[in-house]
């Protein structure tokens, strides 16, 4: 993570609006490291505390945090429906809202700046699995079923409101080593998907955007989120993105790789106006089962059958996240005995995974009773 170069950002702010409360407050806010820039904006680490003893508790004069400050210009679509599912969504493996405002930029930019204050976490997956990679191993198994199971939790639940993420990859997906724990994060490219109303289809980073939406399609599901979780999945196992094209078409390309040319159908039902390269020819002689065999040569059996259901192009096909949950890869988590090893400890700890909400557990219909009874 760099450092900033210069001086500690300190400033007090009349109105920071906590998000659980509603309450406005005079907060003092210092800013001190850079942990992300793109496009949309920038990413400090930040305490804050309450100015003035405007919060009546012994804790008025102490910082709290630290916090993850997302910075973006205020006033555009996007950036408002940011704040709109922050401030909706509850849930232990998402990442959560505690303050927000808006602060005007320095005296020469004179946009004003919507500021989401979230809780930190010391990780993302995309540096766990380097970290992995450039110590020749992939994330010990324990820990990959942990983490794909907060992941597919955190989907089940935002797919329930109808909320699709829409850029699902390691990078966007915290984690603390120290305790296995993971959080979804930036919610920048999030929307609430309406039936039959388009979306835009150029959405999702590419290595990990769904078939459907390489060739167009505007009408699509939560399942493209699924998509990314396989994709992400993958990249546990190997190490590295399953899919890298060059361009969108080349990005088809390399997923034909995998699961064969995509049938007319899928083009007819996802875009019919789609007129670029169909990859109609068949890359590899063997079975599409075999060829998952091939590529995840060094994955149990398990993990490749879950692969095997979520990686296909037909999204109405693709596991939903409830059965990517019972799936059999993560039986083991259910294990009164299971325990894992935070990277560098000698000493186990136990999850709590399977603490689900009401709300959860409706979402999870019939499957309730399969996902919750003990492993045998």
């Not at 400033?11 to 001190?32: D, G, H, W």
């Not at 409706?362 to 309730?368: D, I, N, Q, T, W």
Request: charged letters at 20%.
């Amino acid at each position: 993570m760099q450092e900033f170069s210069g001086p500690v950002n300190e400033y007090t702010l009349n109105q920071v609006i906590n998000n659980q409360t509603s309450a406005s407050s005079r907060m003092t806010v210092k800013e001190y490291k850079r942990i992300g820039e793109g496009a949309f904006g920038t990413v400090v680490e930040a305490v804050l505390k309450y100015a003035d003893g405007s919060e009546d508790s012994k804790t008025s004069q102490e910082w709290i945090g630290p916090f993850a400050i997302k910075r973006v210009p205020a006033q555009t679509e996007y950036k408002s429906r940011e704040l709109e599912i922050l401030r909706v969504v509850n849930h232990p493996n998402i990442v959560s809202l505690r303050f927000f405002f808006d602060k005007a930029g320095s005296l020469n930019d004179k946009t004003v700046y919507q500021n989401l204050v979230m809780e930190c976490l010391p990780s993302n997956l995309q540096s766990e699995i380097k970290y992995y990679r450039q110590s020749k191993y992939t994330i010990p198994y324990p820990h990959m079923k942990a983490y794909t199971f907060q992941l597919a939790r955190a989907m089940l639940y935002l797919h329930g409101f109808g909320i699709s993420h829409r850029d699902i990859k390691p990078s966007n997906i915290l984690v603390d080593p120290a305790t296995v724990q993971l959080k979804i994060c930036d919610f920048g490219s999030a929307k609430k998907l309406e039936p039959n109303q388009p979306s835009v289809s150029y959405i999702c980073s590419r290595y990990y955007r769904a078939p459907e939406l390489i060739v167009g399609c505007s009408l699509y599901t939560t399942k493209i989120d699924i998509w990314g979780l396989g994709c992400v999945i993958a990249e546990m196992f190997l190490g590295k993105p399953i899919f890298q094209g060059q361009s969108p078409e080349l990005q088809l390309k390399e997923i034909s790789k995998l699961l064969g040319p995509p049938p007319n159908t899928f083009f007819f039902n996802s875009n019919p106006n789609y007129r670029g390269n169909m990859y109609t020819n068949k890359l590899f002689s063997c079975t599409v089962e075999e060829r998952f065999k091939q590529i995840f040569s060094n994955s149990p059996p398990d993990a490749i059958d879950l692969l095997s259901k979520i990686l296909v192009y037909d999204p109405e096909s693709r596991a939903s996240a409830r059965k990517v949950l019972v799936h059999s890869f993560f039986h083991e988590l259910k294990r009164k005995d299971f325990q894992v090893f935070p990277r560098g400890s000698s000493e186990p700890i136990v999850l709590n995974l399977f603490n689900f909400s009401e709300y959860e557990l409706e979402l999870l219909g019939p499957l309730r009773d399969e996902l919750l009874s003990p492993n045998k």
